[in-house]
């Protein structure tokens, strides 16, 4: 297994009559592994099954004001990693990419590592102004002996499974239902900062997260989950979204409570994999009251995870 990125010094002869799956797999839902079977499924014998994908989503670059991601790049290519394939080619999304136009594009890329497979989404669009689609795919396999092979987006309860979709119901507090088909538990990895230090005097300390506004999807509420610090894995009950008891002094926008952990977390990376909508924010009427509703929170983890 190999992840190689494809700059100027990338040899692109590694795809040479390999099976590829292309897309930006944002999630790597449900969707997106059924593609990434079937380019594993059409490896010709003795080649490699390559997930080309970016270095970043496109959106970062065309959409920045509307951005909202399901995975942090890095998570996005080691899940890629983990996906079944043999290797991940990473091309970077620089201007030196989205000027090309399609075809020139792909008499770039594969000057001397044609595949022999190539698995893509039928909405599938590259090149400059997203001009390059499946028909030019085709066109350009057809010529360098590429099998190009669009297909329908795999589909759940009359709709297709797509990263805006799921985006929309965990922005609803669905999480059932999103990670029905992401086929795995949304997660985020965020960075520890210093707190307020508030749940600690009411006797649940938290660890506080700032996550930036395209990483936040889930609606706000309280959540069970899990946390994993340090390769090990608690069971967390986490506050998504400011408090209204706290708006006005708190400097996190999710909060986690990890059962049964001692220790400094402030600077560390902590991974929360999301299980179980709990309940929505709420303004409390007294300390006393918050206390034993967020007490309740964990309890029901405790006892239920």
């Avoid at 998570?75 to 136009?101: C, H, M, Q, W």
């Avoid at 190539?118 to 997203?130: L, P, S, T």
Wanted: proline fraction near 4%; glycine fraction near 8%.
């Amino acid at each position: 297994m190999a992840l190689y990125i494809a700059d100027e010094s990338f040899d692109w002869g590694v795809l040479a009559g390999a099976s590829c799956a292309f897309g930006v797999f944002d999630g790597l839902h449900t969707g997106h592994q059924y593609l990434i079977d079937q380019a594993v499924n059409t490896k010709p014998a003795g080649k490699r099954a390559i997930a080309i994908t970016f270095d970043i989503d496109p959106d970062e670059v065309f959409h920045p004001d509307r951005l909202k991601k399901l995975m942090r790049n890095a998570d996005r290519l080691a899940a890629l990693e983990a996906s079944g394939v043999d290797d991940v080619v990473v091309i970077p999304f620089n201007e030196r990419f989205y000027t090309k136009s399609a075809e020139d594009f792909l008499e770039t890329a594969f000057p001397k590592g044609v595949p022999a497979h190539m698995h893509v989404g039928e909405d599938f669009r590259f090149g400059a102004r997203a001009a390059g689609t499946v028909a030019t795919l085709q066109e350009w396999g057809g010529r360098v002996g590429c099998e190009i092979h669009p297909h329908q987006l795999v589909s759940a309860d009359g709709a297709p499974i797509t990263a805006t979709r799921i985006r929309l119901l965990l922005l609803d507090c669905k999480l059932d239902e999103a990670n029905r088909l992401l086929g795995h538990l949304y997660s985020l990895r965020e960075t520890v900062q210093r707190g307020r230090g508030e749940g600690t005097d009411m006797g649940f300390a938290t660890a506080n997260l700032q996550v930036k506004p395209h990483d936040r999807v889930l609606g706000e509420g309280v959540y069970a989950a899990y946390s994993t610090v340090a390769g090990v894995r608690y069971k967390a009950a986490v506050s998504v979204g400011v408090s209204p008891t706290f708006e006005a002094t708190s400097t996190a926008n999710i909060e986690v409570h990890i059962l049964d952990f001692s220790g400094d977390l402030v600077g560390q990376d902590v991974t929360i994999e999301f299980i179980k909508y709990l309940r929505p924010m709420i303004k409390f009427d007294s300390t006393e009251e918050l206390i034993a509703t967020v007490t309740s929170n964990i309890q029901w983890v405790r006892d239920n995870l």
